[in-house]
């Protein structure tokens, strides 16, 4: 299986609020709100680590999870997220330039 | 409850300040006859002050970040601090004249994903709207910022403060709004000037007006459920806070001045002397704002209007006091639904003529006593 990176995308605003991650979509105005997990998962998003990576040392250190069972519901979770345009998602590296925000 | 009011709720129970506005300027091109501005300038923030502030509300939880003035484009150095505070993950929205919006700027702005921009629009007629801003050309060049900024997706909403001058015209700005893509708000209230004087609210609408717009179905959706009657007070309703000024928002001035809502000027605090994290946590006056629930306020607490009431603590205050009715949000009340509230009738009993209400028993009668 080839490895997948992801990032934040730059059209979302984010603060956490008690440990869970409020999110708004600049594209539509949704608000979404991402449990612990979600959370661990959204702030590991640098562009630079595989979600792989992000399962073996965030998710499974924390919590008591089957790692290949962790991974495939985090695929579903990220796949979600990439729908609503919040993540980015790729099999190569994401670049800070890429997603960081600002133009010309 | 949807989930904005599930977060607000969060929010207020763990003491997290939401919302933030922040004037970064109180200068403005424009001189609109109903503002409640000094436009000197009389030592804004400077660039780093304000990178330092934002750099504290995310760190304090701040999400929502409203950045007003005066009109913001006056700063030479907005776009910095739309950039920090967007590289800081804030929801940004933006109110702003739009006159100095050119194709640059708007989509400077959309790249930087601001979450709205909010336009103040009079009249559609450049006539009425250009004699309240006090700025020839203004419209044309408002509304051609505002086609720019939709033309880069950049969400827009049009609030139409309503006067006496452009009462008339809220078909022709709403019109104007579905036009140009942009969201349509209407807004009935003049905020007395910050220094206290309330020379402006004879601009405002008198209750015959109000009612009028409250009954347009055009402006308030579903009338019936608009101008439905109160229901009856409880103890719920008495222990309901009057709204989220100091609770979960706040307002800081160009000069770091920190009150609990741009429309109630109680100083609470300046984020140029302290953290801001210490003025939201311990401000003695923030504190005594929140204990203030329906229950603690002498008049509306006894007022059948007490459970739907927009009562704003801030105009309250700026009518005397912070526990007090604001007779602006009792006017809208009786126009809403033709019931005098509690401050009303205190009113009309305060005002009778001497005589009527000094009896004196007739002669014959304590004769007979």
Sequence with gaps: ?104 | MSLMQELAQRALDRGVPLSVQLDVTYRCNERCIHCYLDHDDHGEMTTAEIRALLDQLAEAGVFFLTLSGGEVFMRMDFFDIIEYARSLMFCVKIKTNAFMIREKEARRLSDLAVQEVQVSIYSHRPEVHDAITLLRGSLKRSVAGIRLLRAHGVKVVIANVLMMRNLSDHAGVKQLAKELGAEYTIDPTITPMMDGNRSVLQLGLGVPQLQDVFHNADLVGDVDEFCTPPPAMNDDVLQDLPCSAGHTACYISPYGDLFPCVQFPLPSGNVRRQKFIDIWRDSEQLNEVRTITARDLPVCSGCGHVGTCTRCPGLAFMEGNMRGPSTQDCEKSFARTGIPSANMHLKNTRSMPRGLVQITIPSPISSVA
């Design chain 1, 1 to 104: 299986m080839s490895a997948i990176y992801i990032a934040r995308a730059n059209e979302v605003a984010a603060r956490s609020l008690d440990g869970e991650m409020m999110i708004m979509s600049a594209r539509d105005s949704t608000l979404f709100t991402l449990n612990p997990v979600g959370t661990i998962i959204w702030q590991s998003a640098d562009g630079k680590t595989t979600l792989e990576e992000i399962v073996e040392n965030k998710i499974c250190a924390e919590f008591e999870v089957d790692p290949e069972e962790a991974l495939k519901d985090v695929e579903s979770f990220v796949a979600d997220l990439a729908g609503h345009g919040i993540i980015v998602v790729s099999d190569v590296p994401i670049s800070l330039a890429t997603t960081s925000l600002g133009g010309s």
